[in-house]
Nanobody
Framework: QVQLVESGGGLVQAGGSLRLSCAASGKIFGIGTMGWYRQAPGKQRELVATILTGGITDYADSVKGRFRISRDNTKNTVYLQMNSLKPEDTGVYYC????????WGQGTQVTVSS
């Protein structure tokens, strides 16, 4: 059974930082693209950042220069360092393994107060 478990969410003031972690079980982590999505209340889930097995990254325009995705294949973990947080970054953040098949974590809440 493959599981993705996110952690690191919380409440932070605007301008602050958080680091999210996504720990993967099973032997799928080292191969394939991983990503972070987020879903704000009343909005569709959106892609925030992706990272390929070799480390190539991509970001949504709204987070470029503020967020950084990374992975540690030895620990089966992907990270999302979020700096200069804004209230519009508020939402539930989900980790995804693109597969196929794809897997999702349960999500972690990030709340940025103004």
């Amino acid at each position: 059974q493959v599981q993705l478990v996110e952690s690191g969410g919380g409440l932070v003031q605007a301008g602050g930082s958080l680091r999210l972690s996504c720990a993967a079980s099973g032997k799928i982590f080292g191969i394939g693209t991983m990503g972070w999505y987020r879903q704000a209340p009343g909005k569709q889930r959106e892609l925030v950042a992706t990272i390929l097995t070799g480390g190539i990254t991509d970001y949504a325009d709204s987070v470029k220069g503020r967020f950084r995705i990374s992975r540690d294949n030895t620990k089966n973990t992907v990270y999302l360092q979020m700096n200069s947080l804004k209230p519009e970054d508020t939402g539930v953040y989900y980790c995804k393994h693109f597969g196929p098949p794809e897997y999702w974590g349960q999500g972690t809440q990030v709340t940025v107060s103004s």
